[in-house]
């Protein structure tokens, strides 16, 4: 099963709290030490903030090197293809809502590699298939169960009433 790694970024941010290097190290330590390979590993940002996420970048960036994994940069509001760091192998388009749907036809058109998150629409599934981003992941669709109209629908969409060239992470 193919996998990526994310950061926890969003959720410490949804819910209010801080976000901490000390875990996220943790956790990558425990996926090398079980030999799986990621498809890539997301670089920690910062929700909607373009100067915070380039600087998290900045220090994070060495740390998550080290790991020997294709590297993601987490695109913010407010940023353009030139703020993406040339150390990046995909670029993960977040920030929010708004933002992130406006602005992911530019971000698919000028680099080979876009993640988008947060996907939990067919709507936005469709889109993001159709503007060439290469995966994209979301929770709604199994929120409440794998028994559930929704990931039925998630189902039939995977298996074949769609271009196949989108993965789901």
Not at 123 to 141: M, T, V, Y
Not at 144 to 161: D, K, T, V
Request: hydrophobic residues 40%; charged residues 20%; contains cysteine.
């Amino acid at each position: 099963m193919q996998f990526a790694l994310d950061n926890d970024a969003y959720i410490a941010y949804r819910n209010g709290k801080p976000w901490k290097v000390e875990a996220w190290i943790n956790f990558l330590n425990k996926i090398k030490a079980s030999g799986l390979t990621p498809r890539w590993l997301l670089v920690p940002d910062v929700v909607g903030r373009k100067i915070e996420t380039i600087e998290s970048w900045r220090y994070h960036y060495p740390i998550a090197k080290k790991y020997g994994w294709p590297i993601a940069f987490a695109a913010q509001d407010g940023m353009t293809q030139s703020d993406v760091p040339s150390g990046a192998q995909i670029v993960f388009v977040g920030g929010t809502t708004t933002w992130k749907w406006k602005s992911l036809p530019m971000w698919c058109e000028n680099f080979p590699r876009v993640h988008v998150g947060r996907v939990n629409t067919f709507e936005r599934l469709q889109i993001a298939e159709r503007n060439g981003a290469e995966s994209c992941d979301g929770s709604g669709f199994l929120r409440c169960s794998f028994h559930n109209p929704r990931a039925e629908g998630l189902r039939i969409f995977i298996e074949g009433h769609r271009d196949k060239t989108l993965q789901l992470l």
